[in-house]
């Protein structure tokens, strides 16, 4: 047989095992997706990580839209226990998509009442009832007003509630255990002053204020296994923030990119969008510079520097990378833009590593 008529026959074979592929895709899917979904419902991420604490991105995006990323959504893994901090819209489906159960959840805190910061609240205490068989209500813990979120988020999902205990009983839904209970607490008024919420089982959870006038607006540290994590919440530059997050080994720090958002308030205004373009403006003097973030990771002498929160959205491969360019004018040591599902490991036995954990 000549060469040609190998080429021919060969490609015949490859044609027939493409065709059989399309043809059986469906089946294909199947049998790959049961093999995944055995392997994802046996193990949860806190108990694949080592002991330590741990930073996860369960949404590293702002109010403004943008496909690649959930709203505002942090969490800590210490040891095998689970906090989140901020719950913005699509959190339960990423820390769901992440290997995390909400019902390995035991609390909430938000860093102030921006509604971005908690519009997916309700998802995240409806997904914590189901998955635990959960007895009490999810605890969340915020700046006085809190209560008042949580009543409200109660009553709004009140009926569904009823029709989850009716359809899939108390076995399964205990009728103690669905929605909120809420903590409020006063934010500080000095810089640096810290108040203790949690004192725990070697972890300790601090808030302290922050610049985000006119909210009421708190940062968190948190400590567990010698490890260190702060977290801005939402702020302009801020001294509280540095004081204290110092010797932090990482600092999780919010930025708006003043370019970019020109960029965004001059599209907008040329398209006779006065609203949307004056917002533009006005974000400007409560979030915080890339440069200023580095400034506060200097003075503050953490480990490394987290960027998330990007303001305004990054649509463009290559867009967040600016963010990090901007903050290393100010700061030396690294520094990260982070993505939805990344996970940053703090191990109780020192160092410190980046991955992401996306499943599916
Ligand atoms: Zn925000
Ligand atoms: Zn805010």
């Known amino acids: 047989m000549k060469a040609g008529a190998w080429i021919l026959g060969a490609i015949a074979v490859l044609a027939a095992l493409g065709a059989g592929a399309y043809l059986f895709r469906g089946e294909i899917a199947t049998v790959l997706v049961e093999r995944a979904a055995r392997e994802g419902v046996r193990a949860t991420l806190p108990q694949e990580l080592p002991d330590g604490l741990h930073a996860v991105f369960c949404g590293t995006g702002s109010p403004l839209p943008d496909r690649q990323r959930a709203g505002p959504c942090f969490a800590v893994i ?7 901090f901020d719950t913005g819209e699509g959190s339960a489906e990423t820390l769901a998509l992440m290997g995390i159960s909400l019902g ?82 006063v934010v500080p008024t000095e810089d640096g002053q810290t108040i203790v919420l949690r004192d725990d089982d070697g972890l300790r959870i ?34 509280s923030l540095a004081l204290a997050a110092q010797g932090a080994d990482l600092l999780v720090h919010e930025a708006i990119s ?31 510079t890339p440069e200023d973030a580095g400034r506060v990771a200097t003075e503050a002498q953490v480990g490394a520097l987290a960027i998330t929160h990007f ?10 990378s600016t963010f990090v360019r901007d903050a290393r004018r100010t700061y030396d040591g690294p520094v990260y833009a982070m ?22």
């Open 258 to 288: 003043p370019r970019l958002d020109r960029i965004m308030h001059d599209a907008t205004h040329d398209a006779g969008r006065e609203n949307v373009s004056q917002i533009f403006t006005d974000i400007l003097d409560y979030h915080t």
């Open 311 to 320: 303001l305004p959205q990054t649509p463009i491969p290559g867009l967040a």
């Open 339 to 360: 993505r939805d599902g990344d996970v940053i490991l703090l191990p109780r036995a020192g160092g410190m590593s980046r991955r992401n954990t996306l499943r599916f």
């Open 78 to 84: 210490a040891g095998e226990r689970v906090f989140l």
């Open 104 to 185: 390995d959840v035991e609390a909430v805190y938000l860093t102030h009442l921006h509604s971005d910061h908690f519009d997916g609240l309700a998802a995240v205490a409806l997904q914590h009832w189901a998955m635990a068989t959960a007895t009490e209500p999810l605890t969340v813990v915020g700046p006085v007003g809190v209560s008042r979120v949580a009543a409200g988020l109660n009553e709004a999902y009140a009926i569904d509630a009823e029709y989850r205990r009716e359809h899939h009983g108390p076995a399964i839904m205990p009728p103690t255990g669905g929605g909120l209970f809420a903590q409020d607490f």
């Open 206 to 239: 601090l808030a302290f204020r922050v610049d985000h006038a006119p909210t009421d607006a708190v940062g968190y540290r948190i400590e567990y296994a010698g490890r260190t994590i702060v977290i801005s919440g939402d702020t302009s530059y801020s001294h």
